[in-house]
């Protein structure tokens, strides 16, 4: 499948699901975060495995759809790999389910799971790549409306220069609600 009909894919189930909490806006929340990467691999001969440079982030926006799950849909960066031969990066966006565990005032446990598209960029060549994702961390909750977020997402790419890259990314973010 093309990076363009995967793209548009993404925008449709984004659509779809903002409908889903249309029908209170006290559900949705933005957000974004800063990460580091690291790459489990390399990326079309590119870079060094175990490693990552420069900042990685997101931006999403989400929906809350009961106190304990939620869809949110974003974009990504997974910053860059590189060596001597040259540099890879990985951007895309994401659609994944968020699961929240209370486990203390303030505190709870974070669990997602979801899709991912992705542009692999190298200095030779460019490809896309669906994978899947994974993720586990922490949010404290400021206010109602206002958490922090530490969080460990994992990405396993299908298929990208006839391999299958890994790449993960800690996290830390800001989640607003509306």
């Known amino acids: 499948m093309s990076m363009k009909k995967n793209?548009?894919?993404?925008v449709v189930l984004s659509l779809l699901v903002a409908g889903v909490g249309a029908a209170n806006a006290a559900d949705y929340y933005v957000g974004g975060s800063l990460s580091a990467p690291n790459y489990n691999d390399q990326v079309n001969g590119f870079g060094e495995a175990k490693?990552?440079?420069?900042?990685g982030g997101k931006l999403f926006v989400g929906t809350q759809l009961n106190p304990?799950?939620?869809?949110e849909a974003g974009y990504m960066n997974l910053g860059r790999t590189q060596n001597t031969n040259?540099?890879?990066t990985i951007y895309g966006g994401y659609v994944d389910a968020v699961g929240t565990l209370p486990v203390a005032p303030q505190w709870s446990l974070l669990g997602r799971a979801g899709v991912a598209e992705a542009k692999l960029n190298t200095s030779t060549a460019d490809t896309s790549s669906a994978a899947l994702k994974v993720g586990?961390?922490?949010?404290?909750d400021?206010?109602?409306?206002?958490?922090?977020r530490v969080e460990y997402e994992h990405y396993h790419f299908a298929s990208a220069f006839g391999e299958k890259p890994e790449?993960?990314?800690a996290s830390v973010?800001?989640?607003v609600g509306f």
């Not at 490693?51 to 900042?55: A, C, L």
């Not at 304990?68 to 869809?71: E, K, T």
């Not at 400021?142 to 922090?148: G, L």
């Open 7 to 10: 793209t548009k894919s993404l």
């Open 173 to 175: 973010g800001l989640k």
């Open 142 to 148: 400021f206010s109602p409306k206002v958490a922090v």
């Open 86 to 88: 040259g540099t890879g």
């Open 68 to 71: 304990n799950l939620a869809v």
């Open 51 to 55: 490693s990552g440079e420069g900042p």
């Open 167 to 169: 790449v993960g990314q």
């Open 136 to 140: 586990a961390g922490v949010q404290y």
